[in-house]
C-alpha cells in the first residue's frame, strides 16, 4: 500500500502558531511518497513559488540518499490560489510547451514525479467556466505523454470530497486513464461560513444519523465510494486524511456539541495542528468522541475545535486498508507531533498510519 504524505514549504511569514518543520527532522522511511508543496506556474512554466525553495527542493529529494525507494514528487498549485492552472489550460500550445519543460524541470531537481493540486476546476460555478473540467482532462493526458518517456516518472492529482465538487471539476473516466494515483482530500467537509455558521467535523469517516440530504455526504466514506461510482479504479485511489483540526468560535460558551452555532473561526484562525489540539485539551479543553461519525471534538469556553487522535487516524486507516484502497495520504507532515513533545514518539499519527498499512 502507499503511504503518501504532504511537506509543506515552511515560510518565515505563517499566522500559524506551531513550529516550522525542518527537512532534517523528516523520516526518510515513513512514507512511501513525499510531496512537497507548493509550486506556480508561471509563462507556460512550473517555477519555485519562492526562489529559496530549490534548497529546500535538495533537502527533501537527498532523503532519498538514505532510503532509495522512497518517491519524492513536487505538488503544483494549492488552495491558496489556483495555481496559474485556468489560464494555461485555455492555451493548447501552452500546455504541450508546459508538459515538456515539467518535465525538464522536474529531473532538474531530482523528482520522480509532479502532483497536480488545483482547487478546483470549474469551482466554484459561478465564478469559473465550465469548460474547466474537460480542459484539466487534456491537461492531464499530455502531462501524461510527457512523463512517461524514458525514464518515466510518476503523475497524480488531489481532488474534492464533495460531490458537487467532484461532478463539476472532474472527467473520471479520462483522469483514471492518465495518473499513477489520485490523493482524495478526505478534510475540510466543515469550515466556518458566514452562510453556515455551525461547528462540524473535518474529516468524518461515516455520517451521523441526523444529517440529511446533502450533509449525509460530507464524509469519508461517502466521498470514496462516489469516486468509485464515478469510474475511478480502487487501485489508483489513496485516501487522504488529516493532521490538522479546524475551530470555531462559539456564540454561546454553554453550547459544546456538533451542529452548535458559531459566529467565526477559533483558534489559531481556525486550523491547528495536532500538538496544538493536545495542548488545548491538557488546558483544560473538555474531550468528546462521536461514536458515529468517529472522530473526537473539544470545546473550552467559546472555542470549539474539530481535530484527530490516534483513535481516529487508527480507525480511518483501517477502514481504508480493509477496503483494499490503494493507500493513505496526509495533509500533512507539518502538522504532526514531529518533535515527540506529548507522546514521545516522534511523527505520533504518522507513525501510527505507518503500522498499520505496513506492521499489522
Known sequence: MLHVC??????KCSDNTMKPLPVEEIDPFLCSHIIVAFARIRENSIVPEHEEDTEVYRKVTDLKKRNPELKILLSLGGGSSDGGFPTLVRDPEAIIQ??????????????DGLDLDWEFPSWPAMKREKCEKHLFSELVRHLHDSLKLEPPLLLTIAVAGPKTIIDRAYEVHQLVKYVDFVSLMGYDYHIFWPYLPFTGHNAPLMKRSGEKLYFNTMNIQWSSLYWLEKGMSKEKLV???PTFGRSWRLMNSSWCSVWSPAIGEGMCNGILSYPEAVTFLKEGGEKHFDEESRVPYACRNKDWISYEDSQSISEKVHWIK????????????????????????KFELHNIIKDILFGE
Do not use: Q
Open 239 to 241: 485516501i487522504g486524511i
Open 98 to 111: 508546459f508538459a515538456t519543460s515539467t518535465r525538464d524541470f522536474l529531473l532538474e531537481h531530482s523528482f
Open 6 to 11: 504532504y511537506y509543506a514549504i515552511p515560510r
Open 322 to 345: 480493509d477496503r483494499g484502497f490503494a493507500g493513505v495520504m496526509t495533509w500533512n507532515l507539518n502538522c504532526d507531533d514531529w518533535a515527540g513533545l506529548h507522546s514521545g514518539k
